[in-house]
């Protein structure tokens, strides 16, 4: 037996449709039974349907009703919900799972392997037993013979003819016993050979069998592991493909999630713009009104000096332009002292210098 995947001519003729399982054929039973129940509580249906037709609202009820039945009907996922229920309830009453019949299929041939040995085992002792039987006829044959030898002595010795009549007759009875006898192994000796030959073939075919079981047993082990392992694989892999892709719900909570987030990182960016915006504004005002604060400061204080300047007061003269321009005059010292500096305008100048 090998392992080696062979290509089919067509798919669809390996590959089996749901109804064709035994899974299938116990949804068949249990679709006939739900009839058979419905045909049953037919009187029971046809008034509730009336009754449910006698108002607006009841009618509404009625056609919620129908349409949870045509969704359920209709629906892939309660096409799916049903072929595992009906997978389920099969595997209660029978093994379909793959490795679980390549076990059941070996332990099969190893009930079957223990019913021929038993049958090798009949064939064996019937074979002893006609060994015995041609041994028992031969050894009775002998005997037959010498009664019969016996039986002739005795009629050719006696002068009686009644006793050489009866020896007679019992010579030839032994004599033909025995050839009966002898004819009979004859024919035990023919059925012998058959069975001799018969039990020379099922030994061989129980040696055969033996390693056809093991070899069985070996690749039903290696079945296991592989389909353990692919089985493993597969998970792992339509997990990573469903983080990666994900089902069809998720997606679409994926994708409204995102753009969720998308339109709320934009508002929150427009209001941070916004505040930006006006807080530019803000300070622009600011500088403007610190602008126009410091130009009317100035302008008052031009407008203070110009009115100093202007009122003829002799107290700020010094504040004219020139006024404080000439050296002012410093008394002479005495004789021996440093001559002091000359100082020209004045300290309200150097403030302004």
Partial sequence: MSLTPVTPNSLGQDLKSFWSRPEGKTGMIFFALLAGALVYEWAQIVPFIVSMLADTLHMIYLAAILAAVLFVLFSSRTHLLFRLLMRAITGLIINIDPIGILKDHLSQMRKRREVMAQQISNVSGQIQYLKNIIDKNHELANENMRLAAHAKKIATSTADQNEQLRMALQMKAKANQAGRLEKSNLSYHQLLGKLQNIYDLLSKWAVH????????????????????????????????????????????????????????????????????????????????????????????LDAYEQKLLTSGDSDTAFLLPGATAAPVPVPAKKSGDAPAPARSGSDYGDMFK
């Fill in 209 to 300: 069998i033996d390693f056809y079981i093991e070899d069985t047993d070996n690749e039903v082990r290696q079945a296991e592991i592989e389909y353990k392992t692919i089985n493993a694989a597969y998970r792992a892999y339509r997990t990573a493909l469903a983080v990666i892709k994900g089902n069809g719900d998720e997606k679409d909570l994926y994708n409204q999630t995102m753009e969720k987030l998308a339109e709320e990182a934009g508002r929150k960016l427009g209001e941070m713009e916004d505040f930006q915006r006006l807080a530019q504004n803000f300070m622009d005002t600011i500088d403007l009104e610190n602008g126009a604060v410091e130009t009317e400061a100035l302008q008052k």
